[in-house]
């Protein structure tokens, strides 16, 4: 089964999350894209977004930002807000409590940012918790999953879902990673002349 949109009972299991920007009524779609940065993926989606005048957040991993800093530092300067996604992406779900949090602490340390995504959408109740009040971190789930990292997936489909989605403050997942490199560089530019046809414009979290 896939969601691309989240079920809305999953909002009550971590409160205070951000999930979308709908209420601000302001026809703007986030993008955010995950599981970088990516030495091929990354200056690709950078040039596409600057194109667009569309600044994005990126929610990182620790150890590729390691391996490609100048990629980070690119990012910055080009508008784009840089967040946190752990430092090696455990599974919230199959990880012990205080591997995960030391996990997702060490992503903060590198990223300098306390918004965080937890790889997969996948984080115990506990862990929230504790990365909330003791850290004073804070979650951004998303309203569209975009399954880009899915190639099994027909590609149409998966455009249609998306677009018949998306709506005013709407929060998408994309990744710039190897795995969905592919379909995001023949989907994407096709998303992004179709919402800035519709009259969308595009912010990062950080616009707000």
Same mark, same amino acid.
């Given at each position: ?54 600044? @994005? ?30 430092? @090696? ?21 590198? $990223? ?13 109740? $506990? ?18 999953? $975009? ?48 919402? $800035? ?6 912010? @990062?979290?950080?616009?707000?």
């Amino acid at each position: 089964m896939r969601y691309f949109k989240n079920p809305k009972w999953l909002r009550f299991l971590y409160p205070d999350a951000i999930w979308d920007f709908s209420f601000l009524q302001e026809k703007v779609i986030y993008l955010t894209f995950d599981d970088g940065p990516d030495a091929e993926t990354t200056p690709w989606l950078l040039d596409l977004l600057k194109q667009y005048k569309a600044p @994005s957040t990126f929610f990182c991993l620790g150890k590729n930002i390691e391996a490609e800093p100048e990629l980070i530092e690119r990012s910055k300067a080009e508008g784009h807000l840089i967040c946190n996604h752990s430092y @090696s992406h455990p599974n919230g779900l199959k990880t012990p409590h205080d591997d995960y949090v030391n996990n997702m602490l060490k992503g903060a340390e590198i $990223t300098g940012s306390k918004l965080y995504r937890p790889p997969y959408g996948k984080i115990k109740t $506990t862990q929230y918790k504790t990365l909330r009040k003791k850290h004073g971190f804070k979650a951004v789930f998303w309203s569209v999953l $975009t399954y880009d990292f899915d190639a099994s997936l027909n590609s149409e489909h998966r455009l249609n879902m998306v677009r018949k989605l998306t709506h005013p403050g709407a929060v998408l997942v994309f990744h710039d990673s190897k795995k969905a490199f592919p379909q995001l560089k023949q989907e994407l530019p096709l998303l992004l002349e179709e919402w $800035t046809s519709q009259g969308y414009s595009f912010k @990062s979290i950080e616009n707000l």
